[in-house]
């Protein structure tokens, strides 16, 4: 059974940064590619990042590309996202996915487990 569990979130005024975990358990988690999606309240749940297997490709959505940066560390079976600069608009609850594919994916059909999430908010 595989399992994500985030961390890190919290509240944070506008312009403040957060480091977000997630720690994954129960697959070979260096073989997959990983992602970060958020919802905000009353909204559909949206791309957010993705890293490939050995975290040589990534990619981000527009709303975040240069505040934003994912990453992992394959020994501990951890994927980070670093927020920088962060916003209003930016306060969701944030979830890990992984995908049985070491190539990233930016839409939620194509994740298979999912995180319980973690809230961010940003206080302006």
């Known amino acids: 059974q595989v399992q994500l569990v985030e961390s890190g979130g919290g509240l944070v005024q506008a312009g403040g940064s957060l480091r977000l975990s997630c720690a994954a358990s129960?697959?070979?988690?260096?073989?997959?590619?990983m992602g970060w999606f958020r919802q905000a309240q009353g909204k559909e749940r949206e791309f957010v990042a993705t890293i490939s297997w050995s975290g040589g490709s990534t990619y981000y959505a527009d709303s975040v590309k240069g505040r934003f940066t994912i990453s992992r560390d394959n020994a501990k079976n951890t994927v980070y996202l670093q927020m920088n600069c962060l916003k209003p608009e930016d306060t969701a609850v944030y979830y890990c996915?992984?995908?049985?594919?070491?190539?990233?994916?930016?839409?939620?059909?194509?994740?298979?487990?999912w995180g319980q999430g973690t809230q961010v908010t940003v206080s302006s």
């Open positions: 996915a992984t995908r049985a594919s070491g190539r990233y994916a930016l839409t939620t059909g194509e994740y298979d487990y």
């Open positions: 129960g697959r070979a988690f260096s073989s997959y590619a």
